[in-house]
């Protein structure tokens, strides 16, 4: 991994700049709120993340007070059906600073991310359970216009 992978701003949205020599403490810094949301990633957390940095995703963190409050997984690729797609994997703020502009703040500059890389899409997927959320992502004028089919796959059947 190195520093493209990681991207971090400030609570007005602007790029806050990172030196290679703080970049594994960044990373370290968000691991708690990440892992609050994605638990299974917890025990080979950076071995995970530089797998996914080697399949093309980012990290991007809102940063206070020097906290991260607020983070969020990316990639962008090329599809058949809607062109080119940044998909948000995670995007996630801690509980105790909801409602605080700091999901605002992160989909701002990754709508800001998606246009520099001339994306004609944004995407994520939130789970159906998580009714603040979907809230917020009405608010934020996202649509629901698929469904999300999942099958989990057994090793060995």
């Given at each position: 991994?190195d520093?493209?992978?990681?991207?971090?701003?400030?609570?007005?949205?602007?790029?806050?700049?990172?030196?290679?020599?703080?970049?594994?403490?960044?990373?370290?810094?968000?691991?708690?709120?990440?892992?609050?949301?994605?638990?299974?990633?917890?025990?080979?957390?950076?071995?995970?993340?530089?797998?996914?940095?080697?399949?093309?995703?980012?990290?991007?963190?809102?940063?206070?007070?020097?906290?991260?409050?607020?983070?969020?997984?990316?990639?962008?690729?090329?599809?058949?059906?809607?062109?080119?797609?940044?998909?948000?994997d995670?995007?996630?703020?801690?509980?105790?600073?909801?409602?605080?502009?700091y999901?605002?703040?992160?989909?701002?500059?990754?709508?800001?991310?998606?246009?520099?890389?001339?994306?004609?899409?944004?995407m994520?997927?939130?789970?159906?359970?998580?009714?603040?959320?979907?809230?917020?992502?009405?608010?934020?004028?996202?649509?629901?216009?698929?469904?999300?089919?999942?099958?989990?796959?057994?090793?060995?059947?």
């Amino acid at each position: 991994m190195d520093l493209r992978f990681l991207d971090r701003v400030n609570t007005a949205g602007n790029s806050i700049p990172l030196t290679q020599c703080e970049f594994e403490g960044a990373l370290q810094q968000g691991k708690a709120l990440h892992c609050d949301f994605c638990p299974n990633i917890k025990s080979n957390y950076l071995r995970h993340l530089e797998q996914m940095a080697a399949e093309g995703a980012h990290i991007i963190q809102l940063v206070d007070q020097n906290e991260v409050r607020s983070l969020g997984v990316w990639r962008s690729f090329l599809t058949t059906y809607c062109g080119r797609r940044f998909e948000i994997d995670d995007l996630v703020t801690a509980d105790a600073h909801r409602s605080k502009g700091y999901g605002a703040t992160m989909i701002k500059a990754l709508e800001a991310k998606a246009r520099a890389l001339s994306c004609d899409t944004m995407m994520l997927a939130s789970a159906t359970r998580r009714v603040d959320a979907l809230r917020f992502y009405f608010r934020e004028r996202y649509v629901i216009d698929a469904f999300l089919f999942r099958k989990t796959l057994e090793a060995g059947a």
